[in-house]
Nanobody, 123 residues
Framework: VQLQASGGGLVQAGGSLRLSCTAS?????MGWFRQVPGQEREFVAA????????NYADSVKGRFAISRDNSKNTVYLEMNSLKPEDTAAYYC????????????????????WGRGTLVTVSS
């Protein structure tokens, strides 16, 4: 499985960005995580590929939306009302082996990772 993320950049607080991640190969669940240097990788959102079940971190509920386009093999993360604390490197990931009722927030469950795309939110 190969993952290619894009869409990061610099945005002012209150602004919006859309991240994209194109996946090749099998995936049951796709997730977005973020990481700030010196901190642990943090769950952001996840979606089951087959039926679109969702899971969000509390910190992004109501502001971020994850979606997928099966025809393009792409998962998106629409980020609105961005805050400076959203600044991080964002990573997409694929879980190819599990079928869970709720898409997992656990980074250890994801076995393939893309390269991060940097999101910087200025105040």
């Amino acid at each position: 499985v190969q993952l290619q993320a894009s869409g990061g950049g610099l945005v002012q607080a209150g602004g919006s960005l859309r991240l994209s991640c194109t996946a090749s190969g099998r995936r049951n669940t796709m997730g977005w995580f973020r990481q700030v240097p010196g901190q642990e990788r943090e769950f952001v959102a996840a979606i089951s590929w087959a039926d679109g079940r969702l899971n969000y971190a509390d910190s992004v509920k109501g502001r971020f939306a994850i979606s997928r386009d099966n025809s393009k093999n792409t998962v998106y993360l629409e980020m609105n009302s961005l805050k400076p604390e959203d600044t991080a490197a964002y990573y997409c990931a694929a879980d190819t082996s599990r079928f869970l009722v709720v898409p997992s927030p656990k980074a250890a469950f994801y076995d393939y990772w893309g390269r991060g795309t940097l999101v910087t939110v200025s105040s």
